[in-house]
């Protein structure tokens, strides 16, 4: 999007006053948003009309200043952030005198729009197709003070300002309208727009003839629309403005579009003739958002993949997993398990792989890959996680299903160097209440300092004493691999595979079995902020942890 990205465009005054002074005839369209401004943009048109009326109808609202003129600059920005091409502003009469004149030149400037085109009739305008020839005009003089005051305010020097003749229009004829002309062109105009409400081109023409190209004509050819447009460029016109015919095109299509909707009850038939929610997506310019969320979000961060082992139905929960195994159970009005994929989404991981067992058809599948484990009930966790073999990730975290945790925790793990990375809570007197806990006997002791420690696992289990003393913590359920990790991960479970016992191996237990091999396995300490789910009273404090 033209906010975010940096082009060398030409600044946008300088590409519409080569518009205007270009040899040939030139067009733009009328654009009444951002999505229609960016429309037109990649239709190819080189400048956007901000039409008065299309502007007015979008809000709801009659061309007749019923929209303030900051609303409608209010519009333009959006328009003008998201295109390259210069907006020249319909703006009615200046929205007042020659003071607010300045004021909307210095706004106008100010949102990059390239040009405004003022009209020498009262405010509040009316659409010079409604009743036009009954509208009063404005007095020259006041008109030319209202144009030299707009050329004063402007510290563009590109800036245009466009003074528009609706002498034609209101029934005043060709003399009166060239000699407007003339006094515009006096009072420092950039280019004159005549407007003519005939179906014909024959006033415009004659209007052309005599002005002889003393500035850049500009014409709005509504009603005299079936003209070839070589016959503008003969006379010697530089720019069209196809004033109506986004806003138009929309209404027709919402019209259709609604109708059918509201009389077939189905969008089935209109599906394939409306545009894709995709490209309304590349209008709103989500590609560039996604990939500066991977320059800014977690910069320099590789992609990162997620395994969620949820095999298991938790027994200790009783009647709540008759159904439904435990990753599918809400709490606080959200599974386990999609509170686990919104935080990866956080930290922009977005692959996970679910392994399921117990229950896996109550697995909602939305944005994860399922595997499982029909083994579930005479297996442990290796044979689960072994069900994801395809989709290991040479930089991928190893989650239980029942984990609830603070977002810092995983984006801090994410941050820790290591090919191995466990989290343990260091602090007894946090985490789960129930459950068996895996105890943490590591190489130092939490010392809380802010500095990173180099710590490493010793080993790790569910007896609290053991002969290397003290436990330093408990393992909360999840681990990062990346790097050398993968290979040592899948080594490591390739040889417990061969022995007997496999089946009733636990994560715990490849640890231990790295351990004894040497291969470090670095500790990340917290200090709580996490749950997980094992029974009733989990639930409870569950639904605590989710509010706070
Ligand atoms: C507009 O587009 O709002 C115009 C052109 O002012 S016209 O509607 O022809 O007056
Ligand atoms: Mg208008």
Redesign the pocket.
Known sequence: MATQIKHDYPAKSIQLRRLLESPGLEFII?AHNGISARIAEEAGFKGI?G????MSAQFGVR?SNEASWTQVVDMLEFMSDVTHIPILL?GDTGYGNFNNMRRLVKKLEQREVAGVCI?DKQFPKV???IQGERQPLADIDEFCGKIKAGKDSQEDPDFCIIARIEALIAGWGLTEALKRADAYHQAGADGILI?SKLSKPDEILAFAAEWAGRLPLII?P?TYYSTPVQVFEKAGISLV?W??HMIRAAVAAMEKASKEIFEKHSVMDLEDRIAPVKQIFSLQGAEELTRAQERYLHAGRPETHAIVLAASRGNALHELTHDRPKVMLSISGKTLLRRLLDEFKKQSINQTTVVGGYRHEAIDTGGINLRINNEYENTGELTSLLCAEQDFHEDMIITYGDLLFRSYILNDLLDVEGDIVIVVDSDRDTGPVSGKPDFVFCSLPDDRSLFRQDVYLKHMSEEVSNKLGEPSGRWIGILRIRGNGLKQLKQGLTELKARDDFSSLTLPGLFNHLVDKKIPIKVHYIHGHWLDVNSLQDIERAGDFTKT
């Not at 039409?51 to 299309?54: D, F, I, M, V």
Request: aromatic share 12%; no cysteine.
């Open positions: 009328e009309w039409s008065g009326l299309a061309d319909d009209e659409n010079s197709f407007h709005v509504t403005i004033a109506n």
